[in-house]
């Protein structure tokens, strides 16, 4: 069965530090691959998605970038945090085929800039 | 591009009480619904989806919901509720145009025992 990691799960930096949040999914390959930012009453903003290695997609402009290195990895940094970078950060993946369209979520990570 | 609006941002609700949790999208055309539910300190999981066919789609936990096509609807239902079904309900629909998942802000919901 597939299963969809995230780390670190909690994760307190300093304004101006740097960040690498990492999503990993065993058991599937060429998934689509998601991160969304979870804020109290705002729902889930999609960040970044990606179909392929090196291939990213930004749907908002912002303090953050994603890449994808390998096949069922996927990483979002900053160069220099920001305290509105604060949040609940999810990966979420994808196959296209049979459940084209159901996505499922890592546990997250709660990130906390000071 | 899609939209989703969950109008209830709380509810509170006792144990056994019956539960309806709104949702509305913005356009019309195939679409693809879904409801997702977040436990506290635990992940986003999938209640139940709708792809086609039946529009009274049943799902985890005794949950169901009904796809209403001409009030552009999927409003999540449940006859009695539990304690544990104290979360947030986040409603989505897959936006085929912009080949991505659109969701509600979400509706807390407190079952109180």
């Known amino acids: 069965s597939q299963t969809i990691h995230q780390w670190p799960a909690t994760l307190v930096q300093p304004v101006g530090s740097p960040l690498s949040l990492e999503c990993t999914v065993e058991?599937?390959?060429?998934?689509?691959l998601y991160w969304y930012r979870q804020a109290a009453g705002r729902g889930l903003q999609l960040l970044f998605y990606?179909?392929?290695?090196?291939?990213i997609s930004s749907e908002v402009p912002q303090n953050l970038s994603a890449s994808r290195p390998q096949d069922r990895q996927f990483i979002l940094s900053s160069k220099k945090l920001l305290l509105s970078d604060s949040g609940f950060y999810l990966c979420?993946?994808?196959?296209?085929?049979?459940?084209?369209?159901?996505?499922?979520f890592g546990p997250g990570t709660r990130l906390l800039v000071l | 591009a899609q939209s989703v609006s969950q109008h209830n941002h709380h509810v509170i609700l006792s144990e056994a009480a019956s539960l309806e949790l709104g949702c509305n999208y913005s356009y019309g055309g195939t679409v693809n619904l879904f409801w997702y539910v977040q436990y506290p300190g635990q992940h986003l999981q999938l209640l139940l989806k709708y792809f086609s066919g039946d529009p009274l789609v049943k799902g985890i936990k005794g949950f169901e919901a009904e796809f209403i096509k001409s009030k552009f609807s999927f409003n999540l239902r449940k006859p009695s509720v539990q304690w544990s079904d104290t979360a947030e309900y986040f409603c989505a629909v897959w936006d085929t145009g912009f080949q991505k998942l659109v969701f509600g802000t979400g509706t807390r919901l407190l079952v109180s025992p």
């Open positions: 058991g599937t390959s060429n998934p689509n």
């Open positions: 979420a993946w994808r196959t296209v085929g049979r459940y084209q369209e159901t996505q499922y």
């Open positions: 990606s179909v392929g290695i090196g291939q």
